[in-house]
């Protein structure tokens, strides 16, 4: 079982939907979690990290179960800005930053 | 500020060449991190160094792989007899590292890496 699973997709929905990426982590040990975003051909950047209580920045909305070792990331109203492959990382380890990376879900957002 | 600098951008090379990819790091970051990426994957740890510690080579995946830290900021990712599956894109990433919070790893653009 991979320690970070994501449906890769691609969810391609129109301007203006709603849409949600689900992740699953083996590691019931996990300390902090995050969704990074990966234009095409770019380097991943931080979208947000993802509490307990769950989060809302904007459109997105993260959340986290820890009892079913789920995350979630939703997108409101989306923008064709939006079109990126979306990464679901997990701290495994508190003693260190080290990062472990799903193999991410491609989001195409057409007009 | 300037960010992550990685270089070259592109390398190509022959199988079984040695290849250096060089990483400079965000000014002042005392945690550095090494990547692979491959086709179609998602990141792939490799190597971590967090100031004057023994850094963690637990994602190296053979000993052709090694890296090192300088003084603390540039570091160099060196792989030996360089293999067809060693084609990736090879990221770093730093960050400031106060102990006991995470924090936000940077990362840079990449160099990819072909081998022919």
């Known amino acids: 079982r991979k320690e970070v699973e994501q449906d890769p997709g691609p969810f391609n929905v129109p301007e203006g939907a709603t849409v949600a990426f689900n992740c699953t982590y083996s590691n019931s040990a996990s300390q902090s979690f995050f969704w990074y975003r990966q234009d095409c051909r770019k380097e991943p950047k931080l979208l947000m990290s993802?509490?307990?209580s769950g989060n809302e920045d904007g459109r997105f909305t993260a959340q986290l179960n820890r009892a079913s070792q789920y995350i979630s990331l939703l997108i409101r109203d989306s923008k064709l800005s939006d079109s990126a492959t979306y990464l679901c990382?997990?701290?495994?380890?508190?003693?260190?930053?080290?990062?472990?990376f799903g193999t991410g879900t491609r989001l195409q957002v057409f007009p | 500020g300037a960010g992550v600098s990685q270089s070259p951008s592109n390398k190509v090379t022959e199988k079984g060449k040695d290849v250096e990819l060089r990483c400079d790091p965000i000014s002042g970051h005392t945690a550095l991190y090494w990547y692979r990426q491959s086709l179609g994957q998602g990141l792939e740890f490799l190597i971590y160094?967090?100031?004057?510690?023994?850094?963690?080579k637990s994602g190296l995946p053979s000993d052709r792989f090694s890296a090192e830290r300088t003084g603390g900021s540039v570091s160099t990712l060196t792989i030996q007899r360089t293999q067809q599956e060693d084609s990736a894109v090879y990221l770093c990433a730093s960050s400031f590292q106060p102990t006991g919070s995470y924090n936000e790893q940077f990362f840079g653009p990449g160099t990819r890496l072909t081998v022919l």
């Open positions: 990382v997990v701290n495994m380890d508190p003693n260190t930053d080290k990062l472990i």
């Open positions: 160094f967090q100031g004057n510690s023994a850094p963690d």
């Open positions: 993802v509490y307990s």
